[in-house]
């Protein structure tokens, strides 16, 4: 669990505690945040192409789902961009305090770029807080304290990625609030600037289609938006305020339950150069959906029910109720669509330890990161579970990747979700950019080399921006989103090769493709998005088929 997902007086959860594992929304809300001034150009989705072009060329979709990055993170001045970084003006970058004034410079790094030793190509790195010279206030490029390329096979400090501070760094559009309401200083203004010549995957988009303008489906964390890919809403909490979990429940200033200022600890300093911001817990809005990180209701998880075989313990606040609505899964198998969801880990989870002998300590499983493992229909013991919910086995060949092996073998689903396990994800915190992009990137080899693939579309994206700033804002959308732009290649041979896509998409717009191609019935909060998105002035998201060629 990452330990940034959500903030609250009770601190956050350490990332590398030991899982105990094993056993058997609304209209347009006060949230919607871009700005006329400010918003990307209002683009439509791409050139028509026909439903039985689909049909007649896609047979399979692979979702690869990595973790937390922003758009300018990686991409920011790839070739092709409709508004590239180094194209930013000061206007767009400034960042402010919490009470609206321009910061002077930037913070210190709290804790630290690197805050803990590590070697990387024999050399040993150390990068402690006061290593950082003061940065002024701009985006800047990540680098050593001698000014070399921050190395991408390090590991750096998590920063902050939760529902109410997306939105409030967001401020409406401006993107000046990320300092001010993050919890790494100076951090969140960082970005790699060595990707043309270091990023595996900046070269696959090369090749195939990069989406320039694609956002995250949910304002804050890898939670929200795990739920958000699956089922465009937040999970509910009924009788919340009766509950366990009553004290996660967010204590907003003011009285709307769509609001999006928590109240502040005592602890927290006015100025983001005195320190970070500390909210009181805010897990639950205050009419009970969940937006910041709760844990499953199933195996495997942290805080096991030891009188229930596969369940966790329900009398935890910090566990999550067993959700009943619908997902694109739900949608899928009601049309006869062969689906499921490969999660990296899942089996050495469900046997009691996030590692094996193979791969000591290293974290590789994520309750969180299985958004399924919330619903009832996917409760231990069920059909669907056995059928729908796959281990993605581990490490990065078909010999300990099962993920890998149904590659090969030609036998993955029509739609197949992969998840890969925690130390390849590329998450801040415990994961480092290298290992991740090295191990998508040998996954879409072997995609390549599936026999699936003449007729497969590959969708390689993050599930949000990891509390890195972006300078694009986001489009006005409904209460939950859209939240900060973030990377998405599209990989196919019926992809348009060499391109720049700069169509508006979000997360949902994944399940808006499958829901075309498969002639599905579209989820509510696709709709609700859509017609959020169309209110505010702009256009829906598109479907990706921007993204293709077939003609």
Same mark, same amino acid.
């Given at each position: 669990m990452s330990d940034r997902d959500q903030s609250g007086a009770d601190g956050? +959860? $350490?990332? %590398?505690?030991?899982?105990? #594992?094993? =056993?058997?929304?609304?209209?347009v809300g006060t949230a919607a945040i871009g700005t006329a001034e400010a918003a990307p150009a209002k683009r439509a989705s791409g050139a028509a192409i026909s439903d039985a072009a689909l049909r007649d060329s896609i047979d399979t979709v692979v979702v690869i789902f990595a973790e937390n990055r922003s758009f300018n993170n990686l991409f920011g001045d790839f070739p092709g961009l409709e508004q590239? #970084?180094? *194209?930013?003006?000061?206007?767009?970058?400034?960042?402010?305090?919490? %009470?609206?004034?321009v910061l002077e410079h930037l913070p210190p790094?709290?804790?630290?770029?690197?805050? /803990? *030793?590590?070697?990387?190509?024999?050399?040993e790195y150390l990068i402690d807080e006061k290593d950082i010279a003061t940065l002024p206030n701009a985006p800047f490029a990540l680098s050593t304290p001698e000014g070399d390329p921050l190395p991408h096979g390090l590991v750096t400090r998590d920063l902050i990625h939760a529902f109410y501070n997306n939105q409030l760094q967001i401020n409406g559009g401006r993107n000046d609030g990320f300092v001010a309401w993050g919890d790494s200083g100076a951090l969140v203004m960082g970005h790699y600037a060595d990707n043309a010549a270091n990023l595996r995957l900046w070269q696959i988009a090369r090749e195939f289609t990069l989406c320039d303008n694609f956002f995250m489906g949910a304002f804050g964390g890898s939670y929200l938006n795990h739920q958000y890919l699956i089922a465009a809403r937040p999970p509910y909490y009924p009788n919340a305020d009766k509950s366990p979990a009553k004290g996660r429940i967010t204590v907003l200033e003011?009285? $709307?339950?769509?609001? +999006?200022?928590?109240?502040?600890? $005592?602890?927290?300093?006015?100025?983001?150069? +005195?320190?970070?911001?500390?909210?009181?817990? %805010?897990s639950l809005t205050p009419d009970f959906y969940s937006v910041n990180t709760m844990l499953p209701p199933y195996a495997p998880s942290y805080d096991l029910d030891p /009188?229930?075989?596969?369940?966790?313990?329900?009398?935890?606040? *910090?566990?999550m109720m067993p959700q009943h609505h619908e997902t694109i899964g739900d949608r899928l198998s009601a049309r006869g669509v062969a689906w499921a969801w490969y999660a990296g880990g899942w089996d050495a989870a469900l046997a009691g330890h996030g590692t094996d002998a193979e791969f000591p300590s290293r974290p590789n499983f994520q309750p969180h990161h299985q958004p399924l493992n919330y619903f009832v229909q996917f409760a231990p013991g069920t059909a669907a579970r056995e059928r729908h919910l796959r281990d993605g086995g581990m490490g990065e060949t078909a010999r300990t990747n099962k993920f890998l092996a149904d590659v090969e073998a030609g036998r993955l689903p029509a739609v197949t979700y992969y998840k890969p396990q925690g130390n390849l994800n590329m998450h801040a915190g415990y994961s480092d950019v290298d290992a991740g992009d090295r191990h998508i990137a040998g996954v879409i080899d072997a995609l390549r080399k599936s026999p699936q693939w003449e007729k497969m579309l590959v969708v390689v994206t993050f599930d949000e921006n990891g509390g890195w700033w972006d300078h694009v804002a986001p489009p006005k959308g409904d209460r939950w989103g859209p939240g900060t732009r973030i990377p998405a290649i599209v990989i196919s041979p019926h992809?348009?090769?060499?391109?720049?896509?700069?169509?508006?998409? $979000?997360?949902?717009?994944?399940?808006?493709?499958?829901?075309?191609?498969? =002639?599905? *019935?579209? #989820?509510?909060?696709?709709?609700?998005?859509?017609?959020a998105m169309v209110a505010a002035g702009g256009p829906p998201p598109g479907d990706l088929t921007g993204t293709l060629d077939l003609g």
């Open positions: 956050p +959860v $350490d990332p %590398n505690r030991r899982l105990l #594992l094993g =056993g058997l929304a609304a209209a590239p #970084l180094s *194209k930013v003006s000061p206007a767009r970058y400034i960042q402010r305090d919490r %009470n609206g004034s790094i709290w804790e630290g770029l690197v805050p /803990n *030793k590590q070697v990387v190509e024999h050399r003011g009285s $709307d339950p769509h609001g +999006v200022r928590p109240k502040q600890t $005592d602890r927290s300093p006015p100025s983001a150069m +005195v320190g970070p911001v500390r909210f009181v817990p %805010n /009188n229930r075989p596969g369940y966790t313990d329900w009398s935890s606040a *910090k566990t992809a348009r090769r060499g391109q720049v896509d700069h169509t508006i998409y $979000d997360t949902g717009s994944i399940a808006r493709f499958i829901t075309r191609r498969f =002639g599905l *019935k579209k #989820l509510p909060g696709l709709i609700e998005r859509e017609r």
